[in-house]
């Protein structure tokens, strides 16, 4: 698992061979209670966003999304809150996801953002977005998504750069779109044989909210209006509902994965050491274990533990990733590989973990085998900051100082650094053959830095 500083925006591709999209406009992020250029960090670990993707599956289709395309990605923030900026992502506050006590409400908090996405919701709002002739005076920062996968130190940060008055503009929806999303999801709820009272429990959560000042409420508050009428209107979908949905035990173990490692991570290792005895699955909570020693820097404790949640579930490609990280993070090289190429033997699609395959070979002086990994890695998530930084340098390791410019580029594009972004895309297009895709994807990065240089002015 790891920390990264992220802002987002929405992006079009504006030349051939596009891998990096120019900057054209940016979408306001979500700082709704914080103070202006205060970093936002996501928390991208392969294993938590599995488990969202098996949670967050039987919504999606419901609702006619495609449970491919959307992601559901965890922002490092303790307060209450979720949200969407575009129709590919829902974001949601690992707060929120430590609250919440069930599955069903976690999936209804889920179900309710797919409608706004379903329902066409975000539309206006992107194109109000759109029409606005200076960006800057809403205060938005130029940059994309940006995250690092794996373990280590977090990427560094990046300046939101927004005003809060904007963000809550953006963000907020009006009391129709609320009702018709409640609507929406729980139909979503029902399709996929989840009780809808998950969606009640998630209203009553916040009831009381709207009483307390603006700078007291949970940012989900200020965002998606909390009304009685919403309450009772949650209560009537739940005594219309006839057939009783049963529990589910798959839903249910994810989210307690999803639930333990967050807090793994984000709390106390003593904490999480005392808590372990409530856990149900006994797999969860040795991996649990493994990462308060871990953090501790207890190897050989948390190695025990990790082998011995193996143990239990053999196939499971996140607890050999999780295995890898510790591994690695130990200076152990040619176990970290063999830990990470069975992760990727039993998931051989999932970009975090062909990243941190790539990152162990990498350190294990084998920058070849690493290049052919992280390019793959990259192929399926190319904003990921960690694999971009580990693929630029197997470009340098094997001699190909050209593509490590691009990549470079690249990074510092995602990270909203377009000045340096600039001056990496000039030196690839100045060593690349013209016309390759490395030098189309440099070009892209030199118009996306002259833009953002021209809004300067």
Known sequence: ?????VAAMTFERVSRLASIPAFCLAAVLFLVSATPSVAI????????????????????????????????LVVNDSSLNAFVVDHNTIFLNYGLIVK???????????????AHIANGHLARRIGNLENARNLSSLGIALA????????????????????????RGFLSHTRAEEAAADRSAASYMRLS??????????????????????????????????TRDRI????????????????????????????GKITAFTRSPKWTQSSVKHEKSRDVALMRQAIAYHRLNNYSQALSSVNAALEIRPEDPYYYELKGQILVENRKWDASVRAYETAVELAPREPLVLAGLGRALLHAGKPKEALAQLQKARARDYRDIRMLRDLAMAYSKTGNNGMA?????????????????????????????????????????????????????
């Open 100 to 114: 919440v006590k069930r599955a069903d409400v976690l999936q209804a908090v889920i179900a309710h953002e797919a």
């Open 41 to 72: 960090q996501l928390l991208r670990d392969p294993d938590i966003e599995y488990g969202l993707k098996e949670l967050a599956f039987p919504v999606l289709r419901a609702a006619g999304l495609s449970p491919n395309r959307v992601k559901v």
């Open 232 to 259: 009772r209107a949650a209560e009537n979908y739940v005594a219309s509902y006839t057939s009783q949905a049963k529990p589910n035990a798959n839903a249910e173990y994810w989210f307690n994965r999803v639930k």
């Open 405 to 457: 410019s691009v990549v470079t580029a690249e990074r510092y594009a995602l990270q909203g650094r377009m000045a340096d972004a600039g001056i990496h895309a000039k030196r690839a297009i100045g060593t690349l053959p013209t016309g390759s895709t490395g030098w189309q994807r440099a070009q892209d990065v030199l118009i996306a830095s002259e833009r953002a240089e021209r809004r300067k002015r």
């Open 144 to 167: 994309l998504l940006a995250a690092a996968a794996g373990g280590g130190d977090a990427a560094a940060g990046i300046a939101a750069g927004t005003q809060s008055s904007a963000i």
């Open 193 to 226: 044989d989840i009780s809808p009272q998950g969606l009640v429990d998630l209203h009553r959560t916040f009831a009381g909210q709207e009483l307390l000042s603006v700078g007291r409420q949970d940012p989900y508050m200020q965002s998606h209006p909390l």
């Open 1 to 5: 698992m790891c920390f990264s500083h």
